[in-house]
């Protein structure tokens, strides 16, 4: 158990829908971390929350948003939602807003869009 | 931007066995990590070795990186059934001057280790 939890494990829903997918980092550690895991695309980072504050950004669409809340959970909204959008969103944490350090990862969000 | 690649993508072999994976990257880099995904399941850390390390050890495991050619190998010895997994690579990439770092993850070698 990394300590990274993220609810809900599974959600299906259909196109042109918004969806929110919730993640609580480890106690103690103040950067948040996105991942979306396809099988075509791999491990791709989105974006990145450290402290409350957006620092880094990634592969993330424009019909995704996110946010760090100042109890420092983190929530990622998907919006408009297409077929090609179904994958793994993971979200991980660390305790400094580096990137090179290592990462802690939660169990992941399974997405199934119809 | 770097990026590590897994070779091979697939091994498969006996419990008892050593495992080896390599990865390769293409830009200097600070660091190197492994991770570890059980099917469908959040990835683990496994070890992260520095630049200016050439061996690092935990347990079964044994990374080794040579950064003269960009590569790093990643040995578990005496394999189990419970090490089946994918393990990635993951490098550094700096977005910014300045600014924050992303790991960049290769696609993976799927190890399966039969009983």
């Known amino acids: 158990d990394s300590g990274v939890t993220q609810t809900p494990k599974h959600l299906i829903t259909a196109t042109g829908q918004r969806v929110t997918l919730r993640c609580s980092p480890r106690?103690?550690?103040?950067?948040v971390y996105w991942y979306q895991q396809s099988l075509d695309q791999g491990l791709q980072f989105l974006i990145q929350?450290?402290?409350?504050?957006?620092?880094a950004k990634g592969n993330i669409l424009e019909r995704f948003s996110a946010q760090q809340f100042p109890d420092l959970h983190s929530e990622l909204n998907l919006s408009s939602l297409e077929l090609g959008d179904s994958a793994l969103y993971f979200c991980?944490?660390?305790?400094?807003?580096?990137?090179?350090?290592?990462?802690?990862f939660g169990p992941g969000t399974r997405l199934t869009v119809l | 931007s770097q990026q590590g690649e897994e070779d091979p993508q697939a091994l498969s072999i006996q419990e008892g066995e050593n495992a080896t994976m390599n990865c390769s990257y293409k830009?200097?880099?600070?660091?190197l990590q492994w991770y570890r995904q059980n099917s469908g399941r959040g990835l683990v850390h496994l070890i992260l070795?520095?630049?200016?390390?050439r061996e690092k050890h935990s347990g079964r495991l044994r990374v080794t990186l040579d950064t003269s050619k960009k590569s790093s190998s990643l040995l578990i010895t005496a394999s189990r059934a419970a090490d089946t997994a994918s393990y990635f690579c993951?490098?550094?990439?700096?977005?910014?001057?300045?600014?924050?770092?992303?790991?960049?993850f290769g696609k993976g070698t799927k190890l399966t280790v039969n009983p």
């Open positions: 830009t200097s880099i600070n660091n």
């Open positions: 929350y450290y402290n409350g504050e957006e620092r």
């Open positions: 991980a944490s660390s305790v400094t807003p580096s990137g090179l350090r290592e990462q802690f």
């Open positions: 070795i520095r630049s200016n390390e």
């Open positions: 106690s103690g550690d103040l950067s």
């Open positions: 993951a490098t550094a990439d700096r977005l910014t001057q300045g600014g924050s770092e992303k790991l960049v």
